[in-house]
């Protein structure tokens, strides 16, 4: 058991390009999340999968974000024309079924920077 | 008004000092409380949770969590150079069907040696 693995750490952007990043959870948990972290503040979700099925967005995720994770395993956020408000950490984070109170696990994250 | 307030601090404490980080929030329905470490440039860990109202103690910390008054605080003993690092507390309200955490904004906290 490695953690959460994300990647890449960090990622540097024209405004208006596509950007995607992945995320590999630690292995025997169904559920994953993405937040979004900017300077001073706290993580925002983004939103929330229970194995393939993504079942909560948050109002954050524009119609410019989508995130999968087509086989309840890895999943990826993917980020379309950029803009430079988007430029923040962008942190993955599991849990197990089990787990009923979320203890969440984070990655360290992918650090995005729009020019 | 955010749902979670936090005092972004800096907070500078010299080393062996009893640390006090605290959080005030405004829904009702949260039920889930926890500490989180965040080092720069890392994600964040997990120190501590509580389920509704009392104590939990792990080590040099102590969570708190008084709902009636909707103030939380997490305490460090013995404080080291190496729990320098920004402390985010986190609440979640499952009953309500969001399984989402909201975070406050971080504790800047400073152990001088």
């Known amino acids: 058991d490695t953690g959460v693995s994300q990647n890449p750490r960090h990622k540097i952007t024209k405004r208006g390009q596509n950007v995607t990043f992945r995320c590999d959870p630690i292995?025997?948990?169904?559920?994953l999340y993405w937040y979004r972290q900017t300077l001073g503040q706290g993580p925002e979700f983004l939103t929330y999968?229970?194995?393939?099925?993504?079942?909560?967005k948050s109002r954050l995720l524009s119609d410019r974000f989508s995130a999968e994770r087509p086989k309840g395993s890895f999943s990826t956020l993917e980020i379309q024309r950029t803009e430079q408000g988007d430029s923040a950490m962008y942190l993955c984070?599991?849990?197990?079924?089990?787990?009923?109170?979320?203890?969440?696990?984070f990655g360290s994250g992918t650090q995005l920077s729009v020019l | 008004q955010k749902e979670v307030e936090q005092d972004p601090g800096p907070l500078s404490v010299p080393e062996g000092a009893i640390v006090s980080l605290n959080c005030t929030y405004s829904?009702?329905?949260?039920?889930?409380f926890m500490w989180y470490r965040q080092y720069s440039r890392k994600g964040p860990e997990l120190l501590m949770y509580?389920?509704?109202?009392g104590n939990k103690e792990d080590g040099r910390f102590t969570a708190q969590v008084d709902k009636s008054s909707k103030y939380i605080s997490l305490f460090i003993r013995d404080s080291q150079p190496s729990d320098s690092a920004t402390y985010l507390c986190?609440?979640?309200?499952?009953?309500?069907?969001?399984?989402?955490?909201?975070f406050g904004s971080g504790t800047r906290l400073q152990v001088q040696p």
């Open positions: 509580t389920y509704s109202s």
């Open positions: 292995s025997e948990h169904n559920r």
């Open positions: 986190a609440m979640s309200a499952p009953d309500t069907g969001r399984r989402a955490l909201t």
């Open positions: 984070a599991s849990s197990s079924r089990d787990n009923v109170n979320e203890k969440l696990f």
């Open positions: 829904n009702s329905a949260f039920q889930y």
């Open positions: 999968f229970q194995n393939e099925a993504q079942l909560e």
